[in-house]
């Protein structure tokens, strides 16, 4: 099949992007056409079975707390939560009572300098449909050291010719966000990493502006600092919700490996999804040290040559007939197999409380949480297994149809474990649920104000 890099380089050029961006995405595409896949098979694999855990670190704490002048905290805010049907950035959702994702991050860094006497900057890396948003808002925030970095786009490759797609109906739709893993070319062509480093700072901490339970851990900057580890990966044990999710494993030279779903080949996927061969988890809770980072950027073109993730979409996700196309991506994470002495650290699951859809930001509001001091997002009862809610797609997939059948907030789940709800059904305040709760309506149903719903099935006529 003919290669497309010239076409794809015209494109991308005339778009005025980073020469580093270009090449990153012809790095993509050429293990494209080369007929990779971005597969890991099972067989080229070994699973990981011991790593560090952040109880063991407590004698790093010291050092993580002298190396917090060197650190900066970065967040990933690219994402409109599409999925949830937001049309601006999904930080700047509703998260608890009137503070939004960005409230609180903000929030707590700030609670983190007064307790520090630290300024640790707090760069949001943006893409170009949150940039603005984000920036007009941190504008609540005048005393917290804020920057930003903005992330690229890249082509959408057609299936049947592998050409950059031409779709003159939208031409916005030609283009898609390249995933997370850009994170490292931003910095380099930004130059936001050559500023840090001349600044005196050495460490990066960055998570996904949606996980509130991401926050700076001196243990863990203290082991990298005192063991000069170039990068640590957060991970926590897997369970039966995370069976899709990206794991780490391990080649057989012993350097650990990001596998996500869409690189498992189908033969192997009972493999991938067996929690107990493969026990931990990718957070996207990422420790990375500054100065190896550029080195290998330098070495490379300004990118990291990262495994590439095949997305197969259509160019207009509303329209299942227009023409089927890919969407190369990368994982931040996935640098874990690139840079020499990567390690991981396996963290309790309270340090990962992502909200990838109303189900989960239902338990988030509910009163299984707390803000603490520090506005650090607290269980209630520490340790104990979250409830599992599953909402009628038809009535609760959307943020507006949530909210509205929500009106109250979410009902309270501390005693609950589970609770699946078939049906239009609208709860009213103080609505309370013990065990497992499921509900079925065949008509718009409303629970009132106070009820207590035991376990077990509810039919509501």
Aim: charged letters at 20%; hydrophobic letters at 45%; proline letters at 7%.
């Amino acid at each position: 099949m003919q290669s497309h890099i010239p076409d794809i380089q015209t494109k991308m050029q005339a778009a005025q992007l980073d020469p580093a961006a270009i090449g990153a995405f012809i790095d993509a595409y050429g293990q494209l056409a080369a007929g990779a896949s971005g597969m890991l098979p099972e067989a080229t694999i070994q699973p990981v079975t011991d790593v560090p855990t952040l109880g063991a670190l407590d004698a790093h704490a010291a050092a993580g707390t002298a190396a917090l002048k060197k650190t900066i905290v970065l967040r990933l805010n690219g994402g409109l939560g599409t999925g949830m049907g937001l049309e601006q950035a999904k930080s700047l959702l509703r998260v608890r009572a009137d503070d939004t994702f960005l409230d609180i991050v903000a929030k707590q860094h700030r609670a983190l300098v007064q307790q520090t006497g630290v300024s640790l900057p707090l760069v949001f890396m943006n893409s170009f449909a949150t940039d603005d948003d984000t920036r007009a808002y941190l504008a609540r925030y005048p005393d917290l050291d804020t920057r930003s970095v903005v992330q690229g786009r890249v082509p959408k490759i057609r299936v049947d010719t592998l050409a950059p797609i031409d779709w003159p109906a939208d031409p916005e739709l030609e283009w898609c966000p390249p995933g997370h893993g850009e994170l490292y070319r931003v910095l380099w062509s930004s130059g936001v990493l050559d500023a840090l480093i001349a600044d005196g700072y050495e460490y990066v901490y960055s998570a996904n502006i949606d996980n509130l339970g991401a926050t700076i851990d001196t243990r863990i900057l203290g082991y990298m600092a005192s063991q000069q580890i170039p990068f640590v990966m957060e991970v926590t044990r897997r369970t039966e919700a995370d069976r899709k999710g990206g794991h780490l494993a391990q080649r057989p030279d012993g350097q650990y490996v990001l596998r996500e779903s869409a690189q498992c080949p189908p033969a192997d996927m009972d493999a991938f999804q067996d929690i107990e061969r493969h026990q931990f988890f990718n957070t996207n809770n990422v420790w990375v040290a500054l100065k190896p980072l550029r080195a290998l950027l330098a070495a490379n073109g300004g990118f990291l040559p990262l495994p590439i993730i095949v997305n197969r979409k259509t160019v207009d996700v509303r329209d299942p007939a227009s023409p089927a196309v890919i969407q190369l991506e990368s994982a931040m994470g996935a640098a874990i197999g690139l840079i020499a002495g990567a390690q991981a650290v396996a963290v309790p699951r309270e340090r990962f409380m992502p909200v990838k859809s109303c189900q989960d930001l239902l338990v988030l509001r509910s009163d299984c949480f707390a803000l603490n001091d520090a506005y650090h997002l607290v269980q209630r009862n520490p340790g104990q297994t979250l409830p599992i809610v599953q909402l009628d797609q038809h009535f609760y997939k959307v943020i507006s149809d949530f909210e509205q059948r929500f009106p109250a907030g979410s009902p309270q789940l501390q005693q609950c474990s589970a609770l699946t709800v078939t049906g239009d059904v609208t709860f009213g305040a103080d609505v309370s649920c013990t065990g497992a709760v499921i509900i079925r309506a065949a008509a718009p149903a409303h629970i009132a104000a106070g009820t207590q719903l035991p376990d077990g099935l509810h039919s509501i006529a």
